[in-house]
């Protein structure tokens, strides 16, 4: 048995590769659909930890990076660095391309790169972009919940241990936007980055952040013309990016009912009802302000609200 005083004498000190998102020794997935952006915003984390400069405003713990690409080969990855300005140097990025007669890349083809990357550059970040295009001699199959939790993410987690690695594998997510394949993936990583794009916020994507060892995050990015991921200033008081979802959709419906179950679902709110329920009475206020009247009434179980927008009259309006 340990007293508390024992317990703090002796604990560690996390370290992390990302302040609040990833921890060193992790394993986390970057997924979002097709064109969204997952590589830019991927070759941005991966630029900020090779210079050791804050990611989105979250601090980094400087290392070199090494970035697997399955999709794309050095032309095109040379021409978005470009593109975005990013600031690589021989000593702090290291790019494995897949061969174009080659169908996928091998994990364990790869053991040479992955020594070579932790002895001779102390290197403890690898980006994969993409999952889905890493063979592992045997096979695996995408759908199957035992070959991913029991075999798949396991052989990421055998090379963080062993080469001290963090590990960010990129994915694709399904017409339901969840995680394509087994609900194994989302369960047996450390973390998981979500971009969503959503026709409520205009030339914007949602980032999601769950994780198991930090809080979760929600907030809206926006890319400037060097194609850099910034976050949103908003004009709406800076409210929670799934209020800002649920805004614009009154804006469009003018007058409506609903309760939160339904419209966390009918939105597909990165947020639970009861946690939305909440955070909608906290700010009836701050909605008001923009237009947005809700009442709420129970009936038996459930709680309906009546919402009803208004364009605001602003002081500068005649």
Do not use: W
Not at 71 to 78: G, K
Not at 111 to 118: D, G
Not at 198 to 225: A, C, G, P, T
């Amino acid at each position: 048995m340990k007293t508390i005083s024992e317990m703090r004498k002796n604990s560690i000190k996390k370290d992390f590769i990302v302040d609040n998102l990833m921890k060193s020794n992790g394993l986390y997935c970057l997924v979002a659909r097709p064109k969204v952006g997952k590589s830019l915003l991927a070759l941005q984390l991966a630029n900020r930890v090779a210079t050791g400069t804050n990611f989105l405003g979250f601090r980094t713990s400087p290392s070199p990076v090494l970035y697997i690409s399955t999709e794309m080969n050095f032309s095109q990855i040379l021409d978005r660095i470009d593109k975005m300005n990013l600031e690589f140097t021989d000593d702090n990025f290291r790019l494995k391309e897949q061969e174009i007669n080659e169908r996928k890349l091998n994990l364990m083809d790869l053991q040479l790169e992955f020594q070579e990357f932790a002895n001779d550059l102390n290197g403890r970040f690898v980006i994969i972009d993409m999952f889905s295009g890493i063979d592992m001699n045997n096979g695996y199959d995408l759908n199957n919940y035992q070959d991913m939790g029991q075999y798949v993410i396991p052989k990421f987690r055998e090379l963080c241990k062993k080469y001290n690695f963090t590990i960010l594998l990129i994915h694709h997510l399904n017409k339901n936007n969840k995680s394509l394949g087994s609900t194994a993936i989302d369960g047996s990583v450390d973390g998981i980055i979500t971009l969503k794009l959503d026709q409520n916020l205009k030339n914007k994507i949602l980032f999601s952040y769950e994780s198991r060892d930090y809080e979760s995050i929600d907030f809206v990015l926006k890319r400037n013309e060097n194609l850099i991921f910034e976050k949103s200033e908003t004009d709406s008081n800076d409210l929670n990016p799934n209020l800002l979802i649920f805004l614009n959709y009154a804006i469009k419906q003018k007058e409506f009912s609903f309760t939160v179950s339904d419209i966390t679902s009918k939105l597909n709110l990165q947020i639970v009802p009861s946690v939305f329920g909440k955070l909608l009475r906290n700010n009836l206020d701050n909605l008001e302000k923009e237009g947005l009247h809700i009442e709420s009434k129970r009936t038996g179980a459930e709680r309906i609200y009546n919402a009803k927008y208004e364009e605001p009259i602003n002081d500068y309006d005649e």
